[in-house]
């Protein structure tokens, strides 16, 4: 029943702020013991865990990216967005939408989005 949808423009320019937003159906993103994350997999390389935005709002970011990083929510939406600045080419990648579960006895991402490519580059 749950659905993540990512969606942003495919190509950013060095320098410029990378924008997307994930858009989930099934389920409130205000629903408690529910967080939302982003994920991204730059070619040839594992999934790195890039921030959250909790139940309450609340958000916490992977330290090598808190700088430049930022999640927001638009609960009238239910849609969720990441931020990106000072964009590279170092920050192409696929990026994923993902749902972190804390309901039960164990923790997971339960959620996926397909992933979206962004390459930064003129």
């Known amino acids: 029943q749950v659905q993540l949808q990512e969606s942003g423009p495919g190509l950013v320019k060095p320098s410029q702020t990378l924008s997307l937003t994930c858009t989930v159906s099934?389920?409130?993103?205000?629903?408690?013991?529910?967080?939302w994350s982003w994920f991204r997999q730059p070619p040839g390389k594992g999934l790195e865990w890039m921030g959250v935005?909790?139940?309450?709002?609340?958000?916490y970011y992977s330290p090598s990216l808190k700088s430049h990083t930022s999640i927001s929510r638009d609960t009238s939406k239910n849609q969720f967005s990441l931020q990106l600045s000072s964009v590279t080419p170092d920050d192409t990648a696929v990026y994923y939408c993902?749902?972190?579960?804390?309901?039960?006895?164990?923790?997971?991402?339960?959620?996926w989005g397909q992933g979206t490519q962004v390459t930064g580059s003129s």
């Open positions: 099934g389920v409130s993103i205000t629903t408690s013991y529910y967080a």
């Open positions: 993902a749902r972190f579960s804390y309901t039960g006895q164990y923790y997971h991402f339960d959620s």
């Open positions: 935005i909790s139940d309450d709002g609340s958000t």
